[in-house]
């Protein structure tokens, strides 16, 4: 299994600052994925993020809005750049881990931004 | 493309019922898993199974059972004797190709278990 933590767990921005989330595993893993919930919504892929590689972006998300940076295998950091209301999400990061491949989520950063 | 569609967005039962949460998949993908995960208030994504396509046999833990049924497309999930703390979001959720690719999430559905 993997342990993942999230700081900060949650904060209040004003619109047009830059907020950079970070994502901690205690072990080493090849597949990170950033996830943002909006509220009462579903979960949709933000990115992919590969230790060694550029993050692959979904559609809908652009690396200047929502850059991404995987400096080694344990960890990895979102930034949520020029924010407006509309960002106020949950973001998780995910990793995938063991040998069956299970699916891990961190708990999660909740922000709102005003 | 994959898709998943959890058709029921809220369901409210009470405490001791039993209670399905439908999931309908689409793929073309020959290989994928299924996952059902839960959302409690708090937030966080807590795993409750995972099924490869391949593996179409029922599954039993404690109060959960899930039916996997191919010719349907559909992981249904099934509560039995319904508790308050069973009170949360779930989503089930499709990864194509092998088990470590990216999910795609359903809608949710909120699961109310009243006492």
């Known amino acids: 299994s993997a342990v993942i933590s999230q700081k900060p767990s949650r904060d209040i921005c004003q619109r047009g600052t830059s907020l950079t989330i970070q994502c901690q595993v205690d072990s080493q893993v090849t597949m990170m994925f950033w996830y943002r919930q909006q509220p009462g919504q579903s979960l949709t892929l933000i990115a992919t993020?590969?230790?060694?590689?550029?993050?692959?972006?979904e559609s809908g998300f652009v690396i200047d809005k929502f850059p991404i940076s995987r400096p080694n295998l344990t960890f990895s950091t979102l930034t949520v750049s020029n924010m407006s209301p509309e960002d106020s999400s949950i973001y998780l990061c995910?990793?995938?881990?063991?040998?069956?491949?299970?699916?891990?989520f961190g708990p999660g950063t909740r922000l709102t931004v005003t | 493309a994959q898709k998943v569609t959890q058709a029921q967005t809220e369901i409210s039962v009470v405490e001791k019922e039993d209670v399905t949460l439908d999931c309908v998949y689409e793929t073309r993908d020959t290989t994928y898993y299924l996952f059902w995960y839960k959302q409690p208030p708090s937030g966080e994504l807590v795993f409750l199974i995972r099924r490869n396509s391949f593996d179409e046999q029922n599954e039993i833990s404690g109060r959960y059972s899930w039916n996997f049924q191919k010719s349907t497309s559909s992981f249904n999930f099934t509560i039995t004797a319904s508790q308050v703390v069973d009170s949360a979001v779930y989503f089930c959720?499709?990864?194509?190709?092998?088990?470590?690719?990216?999910?795609?999430f359903g809608g949710g559905t909120r699961l109310m278990v009243k006492p």
């Open positions: 959720a499709l990864s194509e190709g092998n088990a470590g690719n990216m999910l795609t």
């Open positions: 995910s990793v995938v881990a063991g040998s069956s491949y299970e699916q891990y």
């Open positions: 993020a590969n230790q060694g590689s550029e993050a692959t972006y």
